[in-house]
């Protein structure tokens, strides 16, 4: 075999078809080798390590332009390259201007690509305002439109009326374009929002309270119907219980394309947690009890979620204070830490295997969104790495966290699977508990 530009040795493959120990051979960036002996200019030792596929987190608020004083681009990418993560899609809201035509993607693009340092996607606005603007930001190659089907909490991306929706997916069907929906009912979680607010109802109960679950369940209902009649791919992005991915399970079974993302958070705190930790654990949809919890790790557990991604949804210190748990900003910071939390709550509590793992962080993310040289350790991929040390554990640190604000739900938190090393297109990004490449990320394109 011809001079490689890197082998990494020894370590324990996670690939589609199982664990492998065996060496990975790099050259131009791809994984060109499994197993089989060689030279190369750079070596890697990974004895004791597993190697999988580099995180691709769908579901990021990175809030650049306009808002990075809530994260931005070089901090939220640092921290997702010190979780392994290699690629991440940035949703559209929380940028100022949100990313809702051409003008307001170029701009984004330009931040990205002068400070990102992984592999990034844009996610489309789907508005009431921009119908007309979805085939520009189509040509320009969103990964895919974003619609909130409740308030965004954004003021301006506006949330979309059934009308809006049902005709923003027929387009977005004939553009060949996925439609990822936030679902919880806006007549439901307003009505229960105000009733609590008249009677003077503002503590973490009382918010907990005003988005039950049937308020998701009547939103991913009616977002699958119109996803069936106007044939458009959908995704329902953080599904917080188990009682929502059965919908899907069962629109699936009737050959709607719909799949199910849920996030670490769901998994792993409970609404429990929300009233212990407070302001930190606050999101939207919120968490769920400890029974809710069980049933959506069950429908993981037989593949009916298809992708999960952290929906890190940071802000400013202060914007996490108020007496008012209402006017608290719903966000939780954990894009850092969705490997090692999968991990601990996955692989070491439930005995979940390592391949399923890498499927949900990474490999599915891939398929769905169609990047066919991402997300796997096979041959012909983009040589996108996390080396992992799974024997480590380690208690989650403010000082170790790369975030703007270092403020998590996570902190004290204790984990076992230490990323050591991640690696992207072939070169070293992060490296014990170091960022040590510049700004080298390139936008991704699905390929339809």
């Known amino acids: 075999m011809n001079s490689l530009d890197l082998i990494i040795r020894n370590g324990t493959l996670i690939t589609p078809d199982g664990e492998k120990l065996a060496d990975l051979g790099v050259a131009d960036g791809k ?3 499994l197993g089989v002996g060689g030279s190369a200019r750079e070596e890697i030792d990974a004895t004791g390590l597993h190697i999988f596929p580099g995180v691709i987190d769908s579901h990021v608020h990175f809030n650049e332009p306009g808002r990075t004083d809530w994260e931005g681009i070089e901090t939220g990418s640092r921290a997702l390259a010190a ?3 290699t690629l991440f899609f940035d949703m559209p809201l929380n940028a100022h201007p949100p990313t809702c ?12 690509e002068e400070k990102s340092v992984t592999d990034f996607a844009l996610w489309g606005g789907l508005v009431p305002e921009n119908l007309d ?8 190659g969103v990964i895919g439109f974003k619609a909130f089907m409740s308030n965004s909490g954004i003021e301006d991306f506006s949330c979309v009326d059934h009308a809006t929706l049902k005709e923003g997916m027929k387009r977005s069907a004939a553009l060949g374009k996925l439609v990822a929906v936030h679902a919880e009912s806006d007549a439901i979680t307003t009505r229960l929002a105000a009733k609590a607010l008249a009677e003077n109802k503002i503590t973490v109960r009382d918010y907990l309270d005003s988005r039950p679950i049937h308020a998701e369940l009547e939103a991913i209902h009616r977002a699958i119907e119109m996803a069936r009649e106007t044939k458009c791919a959908l995704h329902i992005v953080h599904v917080s219980s188990g009682a929502g991915v059965a919908l899907i399970a069962s629109a699936q079974n009737q050959g709607v394309d719909v799949t199910a993302e849920t996030c670490p958070h769901y998994l792993t705190l409970t609404e429990q947690d929300a009233e212990t930790i407070g302001a930190l654990a606050k999101c939207a949809p919120p968490l769920r009890t400890k029974s809710a919890q069980d049933v959506l790790w069950r429908y993981l557990e037989n593949g009916y979620v298809r992708t ?5 949804s940071p802000s400013p210190p202060d914007m996490k204070r108020n007496f008012n748990f209402f006017k608290v900003w719903g966000g939780i910071s954990g894009v850092q830490h969705t490997l090692p ?9 439930r005995g979940i295997a390592l391949p399923l793992i890498a499927r949900l962080l ?5 398929s769905r969104f169609q990047i066919p040289s991402k997300g796997s350790v096979a041959v012909g991929f983009d040589a996108d790495l996390a080396l992992v040390d799974l024997k480590q554990t380690f208690a989650v640190a403010k000082e170790d966290l790369f975030y703007r604000h270092p403020q998590s739900p996570y902190i004290g ?3 076992t699977g230490r990323v050591v090393q991640t690696i992207l297109r072939g070169k070293i990004i992060y490296k014990d508990g170091k960022i040590i490449s510049p700004a080298v990320g390139r936008l991704v394109k699905p390929q339809r």
């Open 31 to 33: 994984i060109v080798s």
């Open 308 to 312: 999960i991604g952290s929906d890190h």
């Open 83 to 85: 979780g392994g993560g």
């Open 341 to 349: 939390l999968m991990l601990t709550e996955g692989r070491v509590n």
């Open 133 to 140: 603007q979805l085939e520009s930001l189509a040509r320009r």
């Open 362 to 366: 990474s490999t599915n993310v891939a």
């Open 101 to 112: 035509d051409a003008r307001s993607f170029d701009e984004k693009l330009i931040a990205m």
């Open 413 to 415: 938190r204790a984990l």
